[in-house]
């Protein structure tokens, strides 16, 4: 284990890069100060972007997420 | 040097590419590979193009999916949609990467003629009708006479008899308006180096809704590392491996410059020195010109021969003697010069592009005079 504050997330995930980019290009645009991370593995191996927000983010991120294929959003403490 | 080749890639390419290209190899890392800021400047770009190669097609941002050029997408759709039992019909103006896959799948081919002006006979689709008809292959825009097919009525024709649409745009993207919607187009395949201005080695497919090409390419995606197979969902869906995101920024800038700029002004520069070229040759005697280049809408490609003489032996007389670049042979579409009957003489091709001079072209046909006086 490393030595980082844990604290909980707000983590969407996506099938493609190209839909955590829309993510983040929506999310700029509406002032999220969330940001692209690796998927944590608790979520799914392998490799990927997930999208990493404050927890009482959740309506604008669903707001974002309209328009965008994603796979799920979790509430996460990483 | 007078370059008359832009048909097989633009030149010189815009200042702004280049710059994009430089600032790229000096702050990107690899696209869509990690979650720290090199990473995410190479995926931001490749994201940014897929948005401008949207708007200029009117496609899917999310269904624009990047390859190494128009030849890869074609085979990417070919070899990805058409089975050997299926009836495809296409035309005789087509270039090798659209008959070739095609051959490869093994489908019963239709090939539409020419008529004397080397239009493709599109009024004959509905009698090529078979019942196991899947899809109808075309070039917007035809490499060696510059014609134009009319897109918008095949995909209408297409969207009434419910078969795909594949569009070769290799030598239309950049040139003429293509709207994927509104001419029902259901592959858009296109490169990225010619009319679109950008650098070699990028290109790309855009798939309309309800189309579930099966991948040519399989491997590295970036995402579900321990799926025994590449991801469904598009763009990812026909992109393996490590994208070109160096050259996709040139292609990005280029592409917004032209979304910015408009078609219309570049594409009448490039038509009026055609015609020109046109209007001052066909008068001589001993040329011979392919295509219809006074149609209204004509890309801006002139294939001639002089006389019976080798396309070879004159297109390397006007470089060596004039410093005229122009490309010779079969230019890689064999059924065209079948109906020409052109297969030994091939053609010599002049293709124009708004970046060159009326003086140049006038400097072509002073060598052109002087080679047939000779």
């Known amino acids: 284990m490393i030595k980082r504050k844990k604290k909980e997330w707000l983590i969407v995930t996506f099938h493609t890069t190209a839909a955590a980019f829309q993510m983040e290009n929506t999310a700029k645009n509406i002032g999220l100060t969330g940001r692209l991370i690796p998927v944590p593995r608790e979520i799914s191996a392998g490799c990927g972007l997930a999208w990493r927000d404050e927890k009482d983010k959740q309506e604008e991120i669903k707001k974002c997420l309209e328009n965008i294929e994603y796979e799920k959003i979790v509430l996460l403490t990483i | ?374």
């Open chain 2, 1 to 374: 040097m007078i370059y008359l080749d832009n048909a097989a890639t633009s030149f010189p390419k815009p200042s702004f590419v280049k710059q994009a290209v430089i600032d790229a190899m000096d702050n990107i890392g690899s696209d869509g590979r990690g979650a720290h800021e090199m990473t995410l400047r190479a995926s931001r770009i490749v994201y940014s193009t897929r948005q401008n190669i949207a708007k200029l097609f009117n496609a899917d941002a999310m269904r624009v999916c990047f390859t190494l050029n128009a030849t890869m997408a074609l085979n990417t759709a070919i070899l990805g949609l058409i089975n050997a039992n299926d009836h495809v019909i296409t035309s005789v103006q087509e270039h090798n990467s659209v008959l070739r896959p095609l051959y490869k799948t093994g489908a019963d081919l239709t090939f539409l003629p020419i008529d004397e002006k080397g239009n493709v006979k599109i009024d004959m689709l509905g009698g090529s009708l078979k019942a196991n008809t899947k899809a109808v292959i075309l070039s917007h825009v035809s490499n060696v006479t510059g014609n134009v097919i009319d897109i918008k009525k095949v995909g209408q024709f297409c969207k009434e008899h419910n078969l795909y649409f594949i569009v070769d745009a290799a030598q239309s993207a950049g040139v003429f308006d293509i709207d994927m919607k509104e001419m029902n187009i259901s592959v858009l395949c296109f490169t990225g180096h010619k009319g679109l201005l950008g650098v070699q080695g990028t290109g790309g497919l855009c798939v309309a809704e309800n189309v579930d090409i099966n991948p040519l390419v399989v491997g590295g995606s970036g995402v579900h590392s321990f799926s025994k197979t590449h991801p469904d969902e598009y763009p990812t869906r026909l992109e393996a491996g490590t994208l070109n995101a160096h050259g996709l920024a040139g292609l990005n800038a280029s592409v917004k410059w032209l979304n910015e700029n408009g078609l219309a002004s570049l594409r009448e520069k490039e038509t009026s020195l055609a015609r020109l070229f046109y209007n001052e040759l066909c008068n001589l005697p001993q040329i011979k010109i392919y295509g219809d280049v006074l149609a209204e809408n004509h890309g801006a490609i002139v294939s001639i021969n002089i006389a019976d003489e080798d396309a070879g032996i004159v297109s390397d007389a006007l470089y060596e003697d004039f410093g005229i670049c122009t490309r010779a042979g079969a230019h890689c579409a064999p059924l065209i010069h079948k109906a020409f009957g052109t297969e030994n003489q091939g053609m010599v091709r002049f293709s124009f592009s708004h970046q060159n001079t009326e003086r140049e072209v006038i400097k072509t046909i002073q060598a052109i005079k002087q080679l047939v006086a000779e």
